[in-house]
Structures are given as structure tokens and as C-alpha cells.
Nanobody, 121 residues
Framework: QVQLVESGGGLVQPGGSLRLSCAAS????????MGWYRQAPGKEREWVAQ???????NYVDSVKGRFTISRDNAKNTVYLQMNSLKPEDTAVYYC???????????????WGQGTLVTVSS
């Protein structure tokens, strides 16, 4: 049993900040890449950011300079610091990770249930 649980979503004004967290729990041998996706109403799910086990990061162009992804390997947790938020950032944000539950099995892609971020005045 492996799961990801997001937290930190909510309502924020344009220009404000929010920090999302996603904690992995259950049987975990190793976690490789972790990332964040988002989905706005009527839109396709969009990749936002990722971070490798070694700490290398990548972002979609629309959030570069505003969002920062980080991770705490000891806590099996990935974070997304969101600054200078815009109304177009409004979406359900999902955590994603490649998790290896045992040394003798391969990695499995795991998704969280999502947390809603609403950017509005």
C-alpha cells in the first residue's frame, strides 16, 4: 500500500503565495522523480514541475520564476512553493511520484487525490 496525500490548497488573492505539500506513505523502498500537475475546469491535466531524486528541477514555462519545487527525502515529501499567483493558476493540483515499494519490483506511478487552489479577488 502506497499513497500520496496533498495539502495546502485554498483560496488566495492574485499576487499572493501558497505552499503545497505532498507526503508519500506506505511501503516505500525508493522514490525516484516526483512532480506536480494541475487541471483547470474544462482543461487537460497539465504538467507543472518535477524534481529528481538528486534535486534537479524543471518547470513549465508559465510558472518559471514564480514556483519552486523541492523535496525532503527523509520525509518522503515534495513541496510546491507558489508565489505571485495569477487567476490562471486556479486548478486542482495533483502530486505524482514514481515509487518502488520493494527492492525486487519496479517503480510504480502513484497519484494523489488533488488539492484545489483558487486564485481570486
Amino acid at each position: 500500500q502506497v499513497q500520496l496525500v496533498e495539502s495546502g490548497g485554498g483560496l488566495v488573492q492574485p499576487g499572493g503565495s501558497l505552499r503545497l505539500s505532498c507526503a508519500a506513505s506506505g511501503t516505500i523502498f525508493n522514490i525516484n522523480v516526483m512532480g506536480w500537475y494541475r487541471q483547470a475546469p474544462g482543461k487537460e491535466r497539465e504538467w507543472v514541475a518535477q524534481i529528481t531524486a538528486g534535486g534537479s528541477t524543471n518547470y513549465v514555462d508559465s510558472v518559471k520564476g514564480r514556483f519552486t519545487i523541492s523535496r525532503d527525502n527523509a520525509k518522503n515529501t515534495v513541496y510546491l512553493q507558489m508565489n505571485s499567483l495569477k487567476p490562471e493558476d486556479t486548478a486542482v493540483y495533483y502530486c505524482n511520484a514514481d515509487i518502488r515499494p520493494f527492492s525486487y519490483v519496479g517503480y510504480r506511478e502513484v497519484w494523489g487525490q488533488g488539492t484545489l487552489v483558487t486564485v481570486s479577488s
